[in-house]
């Protein structure tokens, strides 16, 4: 019974190519999000949905694209991958309140 | 603006020792505080929080931490440190009436020696 859980768990993929990472999340939060860990550990927020609409959009390259199909999901799709773009991405979900998040087992992209 | 600052990037102990790693934050309005714990490999689970209840808060595994108002502080403690517990350790802090977004420190590598 994963709470949060991304799909895939590792993407090794060419400088230009395009990829998508899935989220979902089975615990009926309103609010999901993307953090970014680089190589030294940090945690960066990328975006944050609530009920399927965007409401954070940190400077991020528009080469990423979120989308949210229902509020159970937010996928990550990524244009014309570069080298900077590897890290491991972490979708994360929040309940009302957003008193806690709640973190999926991370993507880890390696971009060659 | 919520940040939270996390001092020593490393914290070395032995095991059975005390363990301290430190979380200042700021923040205009009462926060909330948490501290996530990372294993090798894996997604962050929360170790505990604070929520404007207890100051001192309990969490899993034997931590506890204490939200010092005037310190500015909620440092992360455990009395007797184990082997298992070597991981990335992360503050954070939501700013309450917000984005309600969490901001998180940029984590302390705890490394437990036998």
């Known amino acids: 019974d994963t709470a949060v859980s991304q799909t895939p768990k590792y993407l090794v993929t060419q400088m230009g190519n395009d990829k998508s990472i899935k989220c979902e999340q089975n615990?009926?939060?309103?609010?999901m999000y993307w953090y970014k860990q680089d190589s030294k550990k940090f945690l960066k927020i990328m975006f944050s949905?609530?009920?399927?609409?965007?409401?954070i959009n940190e400077t991020v390259p528009n080469r990423f694209s979120p989308k949210s199909p229902d509020k159970a999901h937010l996928n990550l799709h990524i244009n014309s991958l570069e080298l900077g773009d590897s890290a491991v991405y972490f979708c994360a979900s929040s309940p009302p309140g957003n008193t806690e998040a709640f973190f999926g087992q991370g993507t880890r992209l390696t971009v060659v | 603006a919520q940040s939270v600052t996390q001092l020593g990037s490393h914290v070395s102990v032995s095991e059975g020792a005390l363990v301290l790693l430190r979380c200042n934050y700021s923040?205009?309005?009462?926060?909330?505080l948490f501290w996530y714990v990372q294993y090798p490999n894996q997604g962050l689970q929360l170790l505990l929080k604070?929520?404007?209840?207890?100051?001192l808060v309990k969490g899993i595994n034997g931590f506890e931490a204490e939200f010092k108002k005037s310190e500015t502080s909620f440092h992360l403690t455990k009395p007797s440190a184990h082997m298992s517990d070597a991981a990335e350790y992360f503050c954070a802090v939501i700013q309450s009436g917000g984005s309600y977004i969490p901001t998180f420190g940029r984590g302390t590598s705890l490394i437990v020696h036998p």
């Open positions: 615990l009926g939060h309103d609010t």
């Open positions: 949905y609530n009920n399927k609409e965007l409401i």
């Open positions: 923040s205009s309005v009462p926060p909330y």
């Open positions: 604070y929520t404007s209840a207890a100051t």
